[in-house]
């Protein structure tokens, strides 16, 4: 399995963790994201949209989107499960998961970035408010929905690492890797200091990949 | 079951055709957005995060996010499916829901209208022109994705509507709404013809909600 990914990008991010869990081997291809090359004929070809990460499994055609990665992966690998059985609490998993993944996220990716820059005229100070404030509010948001829940444990859902998580994880690291430090926010805080602990997690962080710049 | 909604609300959209098309009774309690209603005392104790929708059964806990509730109902009601068997067209299907759910309608929502003009002194052209922009790169990635792959059929994904269809729907006619129009779209605007031919669809429309300010 081949994957389209960068070492920042955080839907990557997400995919890798994923893969790791189920103990699937794959490959991943550097897109550099800083330099456009998601935009190159070449990429484009794989997925249009130009988006990280794209899925390529023996001649089959690419599958994109890391919300449709991740359950695909859940279904195509069901050892260790990364969604409970409980239909319940599956779609608390995927609520939690999906703070980040469509509060949050889309709005600090580069395309954004570059709207505002280019039709706004947002300077660096303001690209970095807008980045803070909407790590914070998606930190924020899942503190307040894990802090005083029964259902929370260990990780967001019981004693054993799913989903929810995996975007956790990749959205706290994601903030990390600008340098972004939100405060108060002790249930996430517990939470990713036992992600940080497993190997999955871990050697699935931007700083652990092979086109890190250092 | 009850959903809190609001008739212009994206998201409570998609949830209202997926029931529609699984034929489960629902009653909507509207949370007007322009006034809002969903940062009242009452309604963050539903939902901490302020958002539409969050669809309540019995005495359970409310669950939230449409992406999270559209699986939910999936899951729960499983006749008729709205996604496919195979599990690559369900990475499919549930990637192009992906592309309006995660990479286009959280630019547009009011929280994000709010920061802009409070921030950045956006006004009504600017938001305006964010708001053109987003929905057409959304409904234009849709049109390059659907328009030339031989797993489109009349609807997304073949010949049956699902969620990929819910979704595309619900983001077109959202566009709709603010007399967004996008140009050369066949593909999508074939499909979403398709799916307002369907009661479960056209009942679902925004103009047609009790809350609708007409």
């Known amino acids: 399995m081949d994957i389209y990914g960068f070492w920042r ?15 699937v081997a794959y490959r991943e291809i550097p897109i550099d994201l800083d330099k456009g090359e ?3 004929p070449e990429f484009l070809a794989i997925n249009p949209q130009g988006a990280l990460p794209a899925l390529i499994e023996d001649a089959a055609s690419p599958l994109t989107q890391s919300s449709a990665l991740l359950e695909y992966i859940e279904e195509r ?5 990364l969604l409970p059985k ?6 608390r998993v995927r609520s939690l998961a999906a703070v980040a993944i469509s509060d949050t996220h889309p709005l600090i990716t580069p395309r954004v970035k570059g709207y505002l820059s280019k ?25 307040a929905r894990l802090a005083h829940d029964p259902a929370t444990g260990t990780f967001c ?3 054993t690492p799913g989903i929810a998580d995996i975007c956790l994880y990749a959205l706290y690291e994601g903030a990390g890797t600008f340098k972004i430090k939100v405060d108060a926010i002790p249930a996430v805080d517990r939470i990713v200091a036992h992600c940080a602990k497993l190997p999955a997690f871990a050697d699935a962080h931007p700083t652990r990949q092979a086109d890190y710049p250092g």
């Open 157 to 159: 859902q019981g004693d």
């Open 38 to 40: 998601q935009y190159s």
């Open 77 to 81: 690998y069901p050892t260790p499960p």
């Open 86 to 91: 409980n239909l319940r609490e599956r779609a």
């Open 119 to 143: 039709t706004a005229g947002f300077d660096a100070d303001q690209w970095r408010a807008w980045q803070t404030n909407w790590f914070s509010a998606g930190l924020k948001t899942l503190e």
């Open 9 to 23: 990008s955080q839907a990557t991010f997400r995919v890798r963790i994923a893969l790791n869990l189920k103990r």
